[in-house]
């Protein structure tokens, strides 16, 4: 069966392999006679193969033959099996592998995944840091600003463009700080929150209930979850 199975690879490259011309038996002492033999050709060797294994309804072509196939098939499942077998021995070398050093690997993943957040916050960390740096050197602007515009009262139409004028500058200010992710902490009317505010004096208040902020002196601002300035603020002592 190998020598068959040569002699279809052969086939393939060479198309039309065929055995050597015999002289013909009949015509062989005529052929010695006149010196000059008669040739007849056999049969092209897959048809012989095909004669003898039973089957030759493919005509010329041998692959197209049902002896050929089912060798073929034979052929296919006998590598499907062994491939079976690899992937067998591959997936017990792999389990032998998880079971020694499983452990060890996820010890490894754990620790790299640590790693992994612990340089995210400190990345994340440098970064809100420097913004805060940068919105404390601007506070002192943004509180001259504050005071300059509350303290004027205008006595004419030129005092109120600059007050007008100074209120524009204040806001762009603020919507510069915004564009940091800085915010102004909520104060009158809302509950006195010592993480957020600084009380400089308590006060009776009418309008206010008690451990309410009822004035604010200075703006107090964060950043996301980071405190910049605490506010400073009046706290009602009501009634």
Excluded at 139 to 164: C, F, K, S, W, Y
Aim: aromatic residues 8%; negative net charge.
């Amino acid at each position: 069966m190998a020598a068959q199975r040569l002699l279809v690879l052969v086939s393939l490259f060479h198309g039309n392999l065929g055995f050597a011309p015999q002289v013909h038996p009949a015509k062989s002492r005529a052929a010695k006679s006149s010196g000059s033999p008669t040739y007849w050709h056999a049969k092209p060797w897959w048809k012989v193969w095909a004669s003898e294994s039973g089957s030759d309804e493919g005509g010329d072509d041998i692959t197209n033959s049902k002896a050929f196939l089912a060798k073929k098939l034979e052929v296919l499942n006998k590598d499907q099996a062994k491939l079976a077998a690899d992937l067998e021995e591959v997936n017990k070398e792999i389990a032998a592998e998880n079971e020694e050093w499983g452990s060890q690997i996820k010890q490894l993943n754990s620790e790299f995944t640590f790693l992994q957040q612990r340089t995210f916050n400190e990345s994340r960390d440098a970064v809100t840091n420097a913004r805060v740096e940068v919105v404390k050197e601007l506070m002192e602007v943004v509180d001259n600003m504050n005071r300059a515009r509350t303290a004027l009262v205008p006595e004419g139409a030129g005092q109120e463009a600059i007050i007008a004028y100074y209120g524009s500058t204040f806001d762009k200010i603020e919507g510069i700080l915004g564009d940091f992710g800085v915010t102004p902490i909520p104060t009158v009317g809302e509950e006195f929150n010592p993480e957020l505010m600084e009380a400089i004096m308590m006060q009776p208040s009418e309008e206010y209930a008690e451990d309410l902020v009822c004035m604010e002196y200075q703006k107090g601002y964060v950043l996301g979850e980071r405190l910049i300035r605490a506010a400073m603020v009046v706290v009602s002592s009501g009634m």
